[in-house]
């Protein structure tokens, strides 16, 4: 089947191939024309708002400087600030406990908290389990089954540094969980 069955116009290939080339550069030219015909429209909208554009920075520049020119000096007055007051206070790294101790905590749950603002046992001790509750109902269903009730006194255990009660207490514990 045929589908399009055209003859060249020279019998030579390199006459051929000339005709061809010469085809496609009078092709690229008239599409060259047509899309300088098509693009000086807009060009010339754009170049019409700019300068719209521009009269109206001037108009606003020039009304500044006439209400500058129209306004009272205002005097304001020195206030004296101790050296000490402008002296930022220094920024202490808070250095992440492991959150993991606590019975009942895993690594995702540790992120959640982190994500939080809660790194340390300290910061753990002090949120109140509804809180930290909260946190894991908006992380989503897989989260609100645990109980964090016991989270904050494991917590403050472990701030305080007695491992030993708190490990005592953890082998009476149900995954966080008093029974």
């Known amino acids: 089947m045929i589908i399009l069955q055209v003859t060249p116009l020279s019998q030579n290939f390199w006459v051929a191939g000339l005709e061809a ?29 700019i300068d719209a554009k521009r009269t109206a920075l001037d108009d606003c520049k020039k009304s500044k400087v006439a209400v500058k020119v129209a306004q009272p000096p205002v005097e304001t007055p020195v206030v004296s600030v101790p050296v000490a007051a402008l002296a930022p206070e220094p920024v202490v ?3 992440p406990d492991d959150l993991k101790i606590v019975e009942g905590i895993g690594p ?10 809660i790194f340390t046992f300290a910061q ?4 109140a389990p509804e809180r930290i509750k909260e946190i894991l109902e908006a992380a ?18 472990a701030r305080d540094g007695k491992w030993d009660e708190l490990k005592t207490w953890q082998e009476e514990l149900n995954k966080g969980r008093l029974e």
């Not at 080339?21 to 708002?49: C, N, P, S």
């Not at 989503?140 to 255990?157: E, I, K, L, N, V």
């Open 21 to 49: 080339i010469a085809l496609l550069a009078l092709a690229a030219y008239i599409g060259w024309w047509l899309g300088q015909r098509t693009f000086a429209v807009k060009i010339e909208g754009l170049h019409a708002d």
């Open 93 to 95: 790294p808070v250095v």
């Open 108 to 117: 995702k749950i540790e992120g959640l908290l982190n994500n939080e603002g």
């Open 124 to 127: 753990l001790a002090a949120t």
């Open 140 to 157: 989503g269903p897989r989260f609100q089954m645990h109980d964090p009730t016991t989270w904050p006194t494991q917590s403050a255990m």
